[in-house]
């Protein structure tokens, strides 16, 4: 069982917006602004495309957007695209656990 | 950019030891956060550990007494070792670089290699 607990699958079709939550506890979501989101495309390595909350690394789409509110993290992802279809993953520090945990991952489908 | 590559054996017996390295280009590994990741097949990331500054480590409580992580400066290559296999630790195994500052913000990855625990 993950740390972090997500959504196991969201969809929409293209053009859409959706928002995936990411769930923890006071000790690593509520206390910290260290959440990251990944994309991991079939057979590929994650990639990072949130970091501290709501920070895009450079070269990643401003469609992609990061939001905390208490010890829920959100990522929203506006005017969905065929190529978003993925699984992606929260993750943040952890103090008082494992100190960096993920959550279960998203199955994105473009509809 | 930094680039990273993992490498080590495919096939581990039952109660052996785990041992990968990840060769890191375009970059200097005496500084940053280096971690080791994992995920079996068909499931979530797990976090394995991390080297800083070459000599100082933090590990997942649940993996600290099996678990070794070490850097070679020379060859700018850091290395994992996992004693003790079990099938539950088939996995593709990345290294990562936390590449904006927290160690938890993993970016860039490896491509990731898969280990299989089996006899």
């Known amino acids: 069982q993950s740390a972090l607990t997500q959504p196991a699958s969201v969809s929409g079709p293209p053009g859409e917006l959706i928002t995936i939550s990411c769930t923890g506890i006071s000790s690593d979501i509520g206390d910290y602004n260290y959440v990251s989101w990944y994309q991991q495309h079939p057979g590929k390595a994650p990639k990072l495309i949130i970091y501290?909350?709501?920070n895009r690394p450079s070269g990643v789409s401003n469609r992609f957007s990061g939001s905390k509110s208490g010890n829920t993290a959100y990522l929203t992802i506006s005017g969905l695209q065929a190529e978003d279809e993925a699984d992606y993953y929260c993750s943040s520090y952890a103090i008082k656990t494992t100190l960096a945990v993920f959550g279960g991952g998203t199955k994105l489908t473009v509809l | 950019q930094v680039q990273l590559q993992e490498s080590g054996p495919g096939l581990v017996q039952p109660s052996e030891t785990l041992s990968l390295t990840c060769t890191v280009s375009?970059?200097?590994?005496?500084?940053?956060?280096w971690s080791w990741i994992r995920q079996p097949p068909g499931r979530g990331l797990e976090w394995i550990g991390y080297i800083y500054n070459s000599v100082s480590t933090n590990f997942n409580p649940s993996l600290k007494s099996r678990v070794t992580i070490s850097v070679d400066t020379s060859k700018n290559q850091f290395s994992l070792k996992l004693t003790s296999v079990t099938a539950a630790d088939t996995a593709v195994y990345y290294c990562?670089?936390?590449?904006?500052?927290?160690?938890?913000?993993?970016?860039?990855w490896g491509q990731g290699t898969l280990v299989t625990v089996s006899s």
């Open positions: 990562a670089m936390a590449g904006h500052g927290q160690f938890t913000e993993f970016d860039p």
């Open positions: 375009g970059g200097s590994i005496s500084s940053y956060y």
């Open positions: 501290d909350v709501s």
